[in-house]
C-alpha cells in the first residue's frame, strides 16, 4: 500500500464541502439544488432568552405572566421613595422573596451559508451541506470569526513582515495577506480599519493574546516565531490577489483547522478537482515540525521498512531532498503534500 500523506494544506483547485449545522433545532430555509452566497441565510432556530433576576425589595407592581418592556416600572415605595425599573423586555417569569425573574424575549439564531456554492445535502431541523469550488488553504493556528473579503497582498516575498504602515483606511473590509506579524502596531490599525482577516506566515508568540481579542480574523500558516510563509502558499496567494475570499480563524461547524477559501466561479469546470493522492517519488512536499518547519522539498526515496529517526525511534517516512540540496529522512506524519 502507498503511504499517504497528511491532508494537504493548501490546494489551487478543490472540491470543498462545508456542512452548516445549527447548535440547537430549528428549519432549514434552502433547498438541495440552491445555489447560495455567502452571507444567505441557510438556517434559523429560535433560542430563549436570558432569565434575569431583579432584587426589588419594594412593594411590587408587576404579577407573574406580564409583559413587559424595558424601563417598565417594577415595584416602588420603601424608607426612600424609589421606583425599580425592568432592565430588559420580557416576561415575568416569578416572584420569589423580593425578587422578580423576567425572561428575556427569544432572539432568533441566524446561520449562513459561509462560502459561495451549491446545497447538496439538507439535514432536517438542524442544517445544510454546501459544496464550492475554489483555492483552499489551511492554517496552523487562528483566532477569529467567520469573515469575508477582498484578498490583499501586501508582501513581496513570504519572509517579509507585514508593518503597521501597510495597513490603512483603503483596506477596509479586506483578508490582507503578509509573510510574518510581529509588531502589535498592526493589529491595532487592523482593528481601527476593521479588516475583514489576516494571513501570515508565522506569528509572534508575545501576539497571540491580542489576536484571540482583536476583532479581525487572523490566520497563521507555519507557526509561533519568525518562520516565512511556505513559498508555493505565498505565490498561490500572490496570483489570487483581488479574489473575494472566505475565511474562518476557528471553524465552529466541524472542529477543523482555520481555513481561507478563495471560491471560483459555481460554473467554471474547465480544471480538474484536486483529489487526494499517495505520495510518490518526485512530488513536492511540506515539513511541518522541526527542525525543517516550513521547508519545501521533493521526495527522492521511499523506504520499505521503518528508518530510524534523529532521537533514536523506528517509522516509516520518506527521504526529502530540500531547496538548498540535503537529503534528510522525515516521518510521514510530519509530511504534507503540496498540489
Known amino acids: 500500500?502507498?503511504?499517504?500523506?497528511?491532508?494537504?494544506?493548501?490546494?489551487?483547485?478543490?472540491?470543498?464541502?462545508?456542512?452548516?449545522?445549527?447548535?440547537?433545532?430549528?428549519?432549514?430555509?434552502?433547498?438541495?439544488?440552491?445555489?447560495?452566497?455567502p452571507r444567505d441565510v441557510v438556517a434559523e432556530a429560535e433560542v430563549a432568552g436570558v432569565l434575569r433576576v431583579v432584587d426589588v425589595a419594594r412593594?411590587?407592581?408587576?404579577?407573574?405572566?406580564?409583559?413587559?418592556?424595558?424601563?417598565?416600572?417594577?415595584?416602588?415605595?420603601?424608607l426612600i421613595p424609589r421606583r425599580v425599573y425592568a432592565p430588559c423586555a420580557g416576561t415575568i417569569q416569578g416572584i420569589e422573596?423580593?425578587?422578580?425573574f423576567?425572561?428575556?424575549?427569544?432572539?432568533?439564531?441566524?446561520l449562513t451559508a459561509y462560502v459561495p456554492g451549491e446545497v447538496v445535502e439538507t439535514y432536517p431541523h438542524r442544517g445544510v451541506a454546501i459544496q464550492a469550488t475554489g483555492?483552499?488553504?489551511?492554517?496552523?493556528?487562528?483566532?477569529?470569526?467567520?469573515?469575508?473579503?477582498?484578498?490583499?497582498?501586501?508582501?513581496?516575498?513570504?519572509?517579509?513582515?507585514?508593518?503597521?504602515?501597510?495597513?490603512?483606511?483603503?483596506?477596509?473590509g479586506a483578508i490582507l495577506v503578509g509573510g510574518m506579524l510581529d509588531d502589535p502596531r498592526t493589529l491595532c490599525r487592523a482593528s481601527q480599519f476593521r479588516l475583514s482577516g489576516i494571513v501570515v506566515g508565522s506569528l509572534h508568540p508575545r501576539l497571540r493574546e491580542a489576536c484571540?481579542?482583536?476583532?479581525?480574523?487572523?490566520?497563521?500558516?507555519?507557526?509561533?516565531?519568525?518562520?516565512?510563509?511556505?513559498?508555493?502558499?505565498f505565490d498561490l496567494?500572490?496570483?489570487?490577489?483581488?479574489?473575494?475570499?472566505?475565511?474562518?480563524?476557528?471553524?465552529?461547524?466541524?472542529?477543523?483547522?482555520?481555513?481561507?477559501?478563495?471560491?471560483?466561479?459555481?460554473?467554471?469546470?474547465?480544471?480538474?478537482?484536486v483529489a487526494p493522492r499517495p505520495l510518490a517519488v518526485g512530488v513536492r512536499v511540506r515539513l511541518t515540525r522541526e527542525p525543517y518547519l516550513g521547508?519545501?522539498?521533493?521526495?527522492?526515496?521511499?523506504?520499505?521498512?521503518?528508518?530510524q529517526t534523529a532521537i533514536g525511534t523506528q517509522t516509516e517516512g520518506a527521504q526529502v531532498r530540500l531547496s538548498d540540496g540535503r537529503k534528510v529522512f522525515v516521518p510521514l506524519g510530519n509530511l504534507e503534500l503540496i498540489e
Not at 500523506?5 to 489551487?12: D, K, L, N, S, V
Not at 412593594?59 to 420603601?78: D, F, K
Not at 423576567?102 to 441566524?110: A, F, H, K, N, Q
Not at 484571540?212 to 502558499?233: F, Y
Open 1 to 37: 500500500m502507498m503511504p499517504i500523506a497528511r491532508e494537504t494544506r493548501f490546494a489551487p483547485r478543490a472540491q470543498i464541502v462545508r456542512r452548516r449545522l445549527l447548535p440547537v433545532p430549528g428549519r432549514v430555509c434552502v433547498h438541495v439544488g440552491d445555489r447560495v452566497h
Open 59 to 78: 412593594a411590587i407592581r408587576v404579577a407573574p405572566g406580564a409583559s413587559v418592556t424595558r424601563g417598565t416600572a417594577l415595584a416602588s415605595g420603601g
Open 97 to 100: 422573596e423580593g425578587c422578580v
Open 102 to 110: 423576567i425572561r428575556e424575549e427569544p432572539r432568533t439564531l441566524s
Open 135 to 172: 483555492a483552499l488553504i489551511r492554517g496552523a493556528w487562528g483566532s477569529g470569526g467567520e469573515h469575508e473579503g477582498w484578498l490583499v497582498v501586501a508582501a513581496q516575498s513570504p519572509a517579509d513582515a507585514l508593518s503597521w504602515e501597510r495597513v490603512s483606511l483603503r483596506h477596509r
Open 212 to 233: 484571540e481579542q482583536s476583532w479581525p480574523a487572523v490566520i497563521v500558516t507555519e507557526g509561533m516565531g519568525s518562520i516565512p510563509m511556505a513559498e508555493p502558499l
Open 237 to 273: 496567494l500572490r496570483s489570487l490577489h483581488g479574489s473575494a475570499a472566505v475565511l474562518s480563524g476557528a471553524p465552529a461547524d466541524n472542529g477543523g483547522p482555520p481555513e481561507l477559501i478563495v471560491p471560483f466561479s459555481l460554473d467554471d469546470e474547465a480544471a480538474p478537482m
Open 295 to 307: 521547508a519545501v522539498g521533493q521526495i527522492v526515496g521511499l523506504p520499505e521498512s521503518p528508518q
